[in-house]
């Protein structure tokens, strides 16, 4: 991840450099789903889903769920 950050476009934003299902995921905590209701949708675990909250939170430099809806709202991720 570190080498991604490092060779990474500089034009390019950090929700760029997510992967399909973290970007989907991030789009669903911004809506304001729990964890559970996301695991349930998209047929995957919670601790599942929670490690994907934490890798966007890592990704993203983020601390917590409103920290992440405030990056998608800041850069028109959710509508």
């Given at each position: 991840?570190?080498?991604?950050?490092?060779?990474?476009?500089?034009?390019?934003t950090a929700?760029?450099?997510?992967?399909?299902?973290?970007?989907?995921?991030?789009?669903?905590?911004?809506?304001g789903k729990?964890?559970?209701?996301?695991?349930?949708?998209?047929?995957?675990?919670?601790?599942?889903?929670?490690?994907?909250?934490?890798?966007?939170?890592?990704?993203?430099?983020?601390?917590?769920?409103?920290?992440?809806?405030?990056?998608?709202?800041?850069?028109?991720?959710?509508?």
């Amino acid at each position: 991840m570190l080498a991604d950050h490092l060779h990474a476009k500089p034009e390019q934003t950090a929700h760029e450099l997510l992967s399909d299902r973290e970007f989907s995921v991030l789009r669903c905590i911004a809506e304001g789903k729990s964890l559970a209701q996301i695991a349930e949708d998209t047929h995957l675990s919670v601790k599942t889903i929670s490690t994907y909250r934490g890798r966007l939170c890592l990704k993203l430099v983020v601390q917590n769920n409103v920290e992440l809806a405030r990056y998608a709202l800041e850069h028109g991720l959710v509508g």
